[in-house]
């Protein structure tokens, strides 16, 4: 049965889940917040108090709770795996951020039992694909007057991570995922092999941190990637991307990107506007319209868009293979499980907004 007004309930209220507490209870079609959980308990009844809403003290509660139709992971990567079963055991639609979780294994683990259910239950929170200047372009690059993508270049820079915790191996599972997922979605094509290499760190990286980092990513298809990772650039949130094709490149991300090393003061010689400092207000619209385009998908009950569990698998079986060659400094080969034919094509289509 789909509800008329889907009932959300948010796991983890950090920073993401604090944001995507306050967009279903303010601006989704068709939906309300219902409850939120988070291990910090007093941070949990903060926000619930403040948006009206209940607040669990075990997340596996909220999961269970009746009020609650579909749930928002939002909580850390360890917990994810626990989670979404708990999901999927409820019959009950998720939508995971990412990664979906820390390797492959556990990842394949979810689309087993996805599959194993018969229906699509799981979104991952890849919200590029949501961006409508990531989905004009692979629009474009479908429709194939440009002819074939051959080379793809990502940029992705964070002004700084939040604490000394954000490990070498975090800006490959954590930040450089969302290329691997992007890249999968504009190239319609699989990762097969994976290199990751780093410059002489910045200063401002913390003691023994590889940032950044720069990344290569062999398509299936013959289309090669190249990516720079940079989680401390000290500017703001920089994410933008050029495709090559045969017959002429696109751009997208341009407006959030500053030209350094001049200055507003000094008259000429500035480029462009403001860089946003995060994600949040980067990809604010992507968010926007991925949750909205989950909410309409289980009230009409079409099902599932965006990153599907498959996705989240395929991404992080590339994130996993990219920590070995961070460590080894060579080329790792990505193999995929066999797909299940519940995810039948390699990026599932979103529409064009
Ligand atoms: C964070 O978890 C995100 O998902 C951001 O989009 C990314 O830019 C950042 O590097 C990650 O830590």
Not at 47 to 66: I, K, M, N, Q, S
Not at 219 to 238: D, H, R
Not at 287 to 299: F, T
């Amino acid at each position: 049965m789909s509800p008329s007004t889907v009932r959300v309930g948010v796991l983890g209220v950090g920073l993401m889940g604090t944001d995507h507490a306050e967009r279903l209870a303010a601006r989704v079609a068709g939906a309300t917040l219902a409850a939120v959980a988070d291990p910090d308990h007093a941070r949990a009844h903060e926000l619930a108090d403040r948006l009206g809403v209940r607040a669990h003290e075990d997340p596996l509660d909220l999961v269970a709770d009746d009020a609650v139709d579909a749930v928002v992971v939002a909580s850390p990567g360890f917990v994810h795996e626990e989670q979404v079963l708990a999901c999927l055991a409820a019959g009950k639609p998720v939508l995971c951020e990412k990664p979906l979780t820390m390797d492959d294994a556990s990842s394949l683990r979810l689309v087993e039992a996805e599959a194993a259910l018969g229906r699509r239950l799981v979104t991952v929170g890849f919200m590029r694909r949501f961006d409508p200047e990531y989905a004009q372009v692979r629009s474009l690059l479908a429709a194939g007057d440009r002819g074939r993508l051959l080379v793809l270049h990502n940029v992705h820079r964070n002004r700084s991570v939040p604490n000394a915790d954000f490990r070498s191996e975090m800006i490959v599972r954590d930040s450089l995922v969302h290329e691997v997922d992007s890249s999968r979605f504009l190239f319609d094509d699989e990762i097969v092999e994976v290199t990751v290499l780093a410059p002489a760190p910045t200063s401002h990286a913390a003691q023994g941190v590889l940032d950044p980092q720069v990344a290569l990513f062999r398509m299936a298809g013959g289309g090669l990637v190249t990516n720079e990772v940079f989680v401390n650039s000290q500017v703001g949130y920089e994410v933008r991307f050029e495709a090559v094709a045969e017959r002429g490149s696109l751009t997208a991300g341009l407006h959030s990107t500053a030209l350094l090393g001049t200055s507003t003061a000094g008259g000429e010689g500035a480029w462009g506007g403001v860089v946003p400092a995060d994600y949040r207000t980067r990809f604010a619209r992507a968010y926007d319209l991925e949750v909205q385009a989950w909410v309409d998908g289980i009230r009409s009950g079409t099902g599932a868009v965006g990153a599907s569990a498959w996705d989240g698998y395929a991404a992080t079986a590339v994130s996993t293979a990219g920590m070995a060659s961070l460590a080894s400094g060579a080329p790792v080969a990505v193999t995929l499980a066999e797909r299940p034919a519940l995810y039948a094509s390699a990026a599932d289509p979103v529409a064009v907004p």
